[in-house]
Structures are given as structure tokens and as C-alpha cells.
């Protein structure tokens, strides 16, 4: 009786869920790759150190404020919900053009949640790239000072390629946040899994079972997202499983 239900709706319905798996997998894909990109920029803020003896004031300014701002950035972004970013974002842009222009034609739910989604995930890959950098022997640093190295180049060409690499399965673990999360982004009006199993149960007035399969359906996504960061892990490990 369930089974059949389960397929009917299924059935019926199939269109509302592979439109919403489309935005969920695709808002979970740009917000990751994204934020890992803008993540990298960031990381050089996080990580500067002011050189007192060799920086211009201009430049140890410059360093105050770049540290400053990334520090602001990922304690508004970590510390308040994602739900409520998309709706100061999509909201309030929708005024402020339509403030000044009189008119808002392409201010649309979709490019307000990739951007949310973007620079949440960012605020998160920052902390994970930090991470990374300071698990990484102090000793590279030094080494590769006495051999001429300036700081910069060091961090660039050796210490930050490594911390990427120890990062790549917590970043994964972030696509599987993300996965999940992007659900709260139909509160602007995004057509994901969770906005497909809410008009599915408006149309059949079934209000358990389309959730039912939507979790299935986030499931089967997060447990295949996790078994891939699991290889990665292995594979970064030497081949060596963790238990």
C-alpha cells in the first residue's frame, strides 16, 4: 500500500522532482566550487603577518584592515543562519533597485541564492584552508626561507598547494552541507527538492509522503558524496582506510 502510494505520487509528480534535484545539485556544485574560489583570496588575509621591521605603514594599514575584514566576514557568515542572509539579500536588493532604477527584471530568486549560497560556503572554506595551513609543519616555512624563499612565494608555492590538498575531503564534506542546506533557500523561492515535495503535497494532499521521498532522494545524494570523500581521503591517506 505504501509502495504504491510512493510510486503514484512518483509518478504523477516526477517533473516537480527532477526540476528540484536540478536546483539542489546545482546550487550545492556552484556554492562549493565557488566558495572554495573565493575562499583562496581570503586565506591570504587570514594568514598575513605584519612585518613590523619591513612593511611601509601603508602596507602594515592595508594588512590591519585585510585581516579585519576577513575576520568580520566569516564571523557575520558562520554566525547567523543561511535562511536569513538570503532573505536580507533578496529582499533587500529587491528594494534597493527597485529604488533606483523603478523597475526589477533581472533581480531573480535564483541568482540571489547562488550568490548566498556562494559566500556562506565561503565564510566556512576559509576556516578549513586556515586549518589546513597551520597543521603544516613550521619547519617548510623555514626551510625554504633559508634557501631565499620570500613569505609570499613560500606560502603560494609550497605551503598553500599542500593545505589545499590535506583540505579537499572537508571541502567535500562542505558540498554535502550544502546538499542539504541549499533546502532552506525556497524560502525566496527557489524550486529544490524541498519547494518540489511541498507543491507535490499541495497537489496531492499528501503531506508525508513526498517529504519521504525527498529524503530518500537527499540520502542517496549525501551517501555517494560521502563514499567519494572517502576515497579521497584514502588516497590522500597512501591507500591506508581510516576505521
Same mark, same amino acid.
Given at each position: ?24 545539485? $546545482?546550487? *550545492? ?9 573565493? @575562499?583562496?583570496?581570503?586565506?591570504? /588575509?587570514?594568514? !598575513? =603577518? ?59 530568486? $535564483?541568482? *540571489? ?9 565561503? @565564510?566556512?572554506?576559509?576556516?578549513? /584552508?586556515?586549518? !589546513? =595551513? ?61 519547494? *518540489? ?47
Amino acid at each position: 500500500m505504501i509502495l504504491s502510494s510512493i510510486s503514484k505520487i512518483i509518478s504523477e509528480n516526477y517533473n516537480f522532482f527532477l526540476r528540484g534535484l536540478m536546483y539542489t545539485i $546545482l546550487l *550545492a556544485v556552484l556554492g562549493t566550487v565557488g566558495g572554495f574560489l573565493l @575562499a583562496l583570496p581570503f586565506l591570504g /588575509l587570514k594568514t !598575513a =603577518v605584519i612585518d613590523y621591521k619591513r612593511d611601509s605603514k601603508l602596507v602594515q594599514i592595508f594588512k590591519r584592515l585585510g585581516i579585519w575584514f576577513a575576520n568580520i566576514y566569516t564571523t557575520f557568515f558562520r554566525g547567523t543562519p543561511m535562511m536569513v542572509q538570503a532573505m536580507i539579500l533578496y529582499y533587500g536588493m529587491s528594494l534597493v533597485i527597485l529604488n533606483l532604477t523603478g523597475y526589477n527584471q533581472w533581480w531573480k530568486p $535564483l541568482i *540571489a541564492a547562488i550568490i548566498v549560497i556562494i559566500m556562506n560556503t565561503t @565564510a566556512y572554506i576559509i576556516e578549513i /584552508l586556515r586549518g !589546513a =595551513v597551520n597543521s603544516i609543519d613550521e619547519g617548510q616555512m623555514e626551510a625554504a626561507r633559508s634557501l631565499g624563499f620570500s613569505r609570499k612565494k613560500t606560502l603560494y608555492l609550497i605551503i598553500y598547494p599542500q593545505a589545499i590538498k590535506n583540505a579537499l575531503p572537508s571541502i567535500g564534506n562542505e558540498f554535502i552541507v550544502n546538499l542539504k542546506d541549499s533546502s532552506v533557500l525556497s524560502v525566496i523561492g527557489i524550486f529544490d527538492l524541498f519547494k *518540489a515535495a511541498g507543491s507535490t503535497a499541495s497537489k496531492t494532499a499528501d503531506s508525508v509522503t513526498p517529504y519521504f521521498i525527498i529524503a530518500v532522494i537527499y540520502l542517496i545524494l549525501t551517501s555517494l558524496t560521502a563514499l567519494l570523500v572517502k576515497k579521497l581521503e584514502s588516497k590522500r591517506n597512501g591507500g591506508v582506510k581510516n576505521v
